[in-house]
């Protein structure tokens, strides 16, 4: 799987970059079909709350996946994230399977 991680009007640490990359490819036990995961993550407005918004588009053989959230912090709207897309993943499987 590529992935690729960007962030806008800030720079991203390591530390964020490490997580992020743990979470996606933790999508990988969901479907060996994965090809491409790209991952944005923006601040809003740097002065309020829940101001941190992540973005994760899939590219699954059968169909993409895509989520977007945003929470206080990057980690929590990466998450969230996550179990959106990894509800969509199965819900294609499922799809898939029933077409055979």
């Not at 079909?33 to 994760?56: F, G, T």
Request: with cysteine.
């Amino acid at each position: 799987m590529e992935l690729t991680i960007q962030s806008v009007n800030f720079d991203a640490t390591e530390q964020l970059k490490t997580f992020t990359e743990k979470k996606v490819k933790k999508l990988q036990r969901f479907s060996d079909d994965i090809i491409q995961a790209e991952v944005i993550l923006k601040v809003i407005k740097p002065e309020s709350a829940k101001n941190k918004d992540a973005a994760i588009k899939i590219n699954i053989k059968q169909k993409d996946a895509f989520a977007n959230k945003t929470a206080d912090t990057f980690e929590e709207a990466i998450d969230l994230c996550i179990m959106a897309i990894e509800k969509q993943i199965i819900k294609t499987k499922e799809k898939t399977k029933e077409n055979f």
